[in-house]
């Protein structure tokens, strides 16, 4: 089930946003660093309620009664971009691979779709998410751009920011 997100549902995000940034496979699949990752409920909390404020979305998959990934949409605040906004997203570990980021992703685009003036979908993703590629790619999304090497890991390691669009019209 996909529901708005509340600020009830800032723990489970955290606990999410803790799991992928820990874990050696999915790493470096944020740009964040483990430490970086917000650990105050608080402001996790005033994250969400700020973003639903501004009529940006923020929704979240729930399965076997907890949440197990989560969307976020922010539109561009300038007037010469508001006619588009960026998407981040996360899943569980043991919920991936079952269709849910396609659903959450559909979701999106049937939310931004009955947006005011509403016409692109942006997203940054690390070239070495390629399941999470493929899915944009699955779904309509287009690559606008590379920045080689933006991402520089802990270990010295280096990935590149792929910019990827959805066109709403």
Not at 47 to 53: G, R
Not at 65 to 76: A, H, S, T
Not at 99 to 124: N, P, V, Y
Request: with cysteine.
């Amino acid at each position: 089930m996909i529901r708005l997100a509340s600020g009830w549902d800032a723990k489970a995000i955290m606990d999410i946003n803790n799991e992928i940034t820990l874990s050696e496979a999915t790493t470096k699949f944020f740009i964040s660093s483990p430490e970086e990752v917000s650990c105050n409920l608080n402001e996790e909390k005033e994250k969400i309620e700020k973003n639903l404020a501004k009529n940006n979305l923020y929704a979240v998959y729930e399965a076997d009664g907890k949440v197990v990934g989560y969307l976020v949409f922010k539109r561009y605040e300038y007037a010469r971009l508001s006619h588009a906004g960026s998407m981040g997203m996360g899943i569980a570990e043991g919920y991936r691979n079952r269709g849910i980021g396609t659903r959450l992703i559909s979701f999106l685009i049937d939310w931004a779709r009955q947006q005011d003036g509403l016409e692109k979908i942006c997203l940054g993703v690390v070239s070495a998410n390629e399941r999470a590629i493929k899915v944009y790619r699955r779904m309509g999304f287009v690559e606008e751009g590379r920045q080689r090497s933006q991402i520089k890991y802990e270990d010295g390691s280096y990935s590149n920011d792929i910019m990827m669009a959805y066109m709403l019209h």
